[in-house]
């Protein structure tokens, strides 16, 4: 890593059609100061835009994922009365999480250590949770006295049902990995000496799939968590309309045709 990289708090690497997004204040946990926070969401707003980018990696440096909001800075905030304290959910947090849910791409948490707080609400809206053995998550909040925020009390229940996510949010503990598997809120835990080579194995394997039928599944499952049957109905026939359009999918039935396996360019 160069020394400028060193520097900034937010890295994105982009390789053969995947984009790794990697959070960069190992000194800090990867803790969400305000220049984080802003440096990531114009990195993911960058990464969802580009159509070169098939799959996006969410990852961290050293040896925690991310511990979720730098207290540091939040007790000097606190101190001045400053309303960046509070307005961070609305113009930060939130805008992150709807980048993570419903950008046109999938998206892997790679958790490579500690994800707390806000951290681990952001691995939760991604659609893999990839832990190595030495990760946990801890849902923090109620640790300093707030309440959640990132949309873990969107995703949480939907992962491990509303009584796991209520006893989690209420009396926040580490979850280590292999419980973290059982519960269902990792997809995938791997030794760490196999962590790189598992994530970017799932990565390029996504990013060489039909990107767009990749980005409506996403969309569908995240409207239809609060929609009726009738609305979610509506939304799936609108998308299956402009998949059906796509130079992907004109490729799959013409590969299929011909007993042959497709090849998908994210069109």
Not at 5 to 19: F, H, I, L, M, Q
Not at 49 to 70: I, M, S, Y
Not at 173 to 195: K, M, N, Q, S, Y
Request: hydrophobic share 50%; net charge negative.
């Amino acid at each position: 890593m160069t020394d400028s990289a060193a520097s900034t708090p937010v890295v994105t690497e982009r390789t053969d059609g995947v984009a790794t997004v990697r959070l960069n204040r190992p000194d800090a946990m990867n803790s969400l100061n305000i220049a984080t926070k802003e440096a990531l969401l114009a990195a993911l707003r960058d990464v969802a835009a580009d159509e070169t980018v098939r799959c996006v990696v969410l990852t961290g440096t050293g040896r925690a994922f991310c511990v979720g909001q730098d207290l540091k800075e939040h007790v000097g905030l606190l101190a001045e009365g400053s309303d960046a304290l509070f307005s961070t959910v609305p113009e930060h947090y939130n805008p992150i999480v709807t980048l993570l849910s419903t950008m046109d791409k999938p998206v892997i948490a790679a958790v490579n250590g500690v994800a707390a707080g806000a951290g681990a609400a952001f691995a939760f809206a991604a659609d893999f949770r990839i832990l190595a053995d030495t990760a946990g998550f801890n849902l923090a909040f109620t640790g300093i006295a707030l309440s959640s925020d990132s949309a873990s009390s969107f995703w949480l229940p939907r992962l491990v049902g509303v009584a796991k996510a209520k006893e989690l949010l209420l009396m926040p503990r580490t979850v280590r990995a292999e419980e973290a598997l059982e519960l269902g809120l990792a997809t995938e835990v791997v030794p760490a000496a196999e962590f790189d080579t598992v994530v970017q194995e799932l990565a390029h394997t996504l990013a060489a799939g039909p990107t767009k039928a990749y980005g409506a599944i996403r969309r569908a499952v995240e409207f239809s968590a609060t929609h009726t049957l009738a609305e979610s109905l509506a939304h799936e026939a609108e998308l299956m309309t402009a998949t059906g359009r796509t130079q992907d999918h004109r490729a799959a039935v013409d590969a299929f045709l011909a007993k042959e396996q497709p090849v998908f360019e994210g069109r």
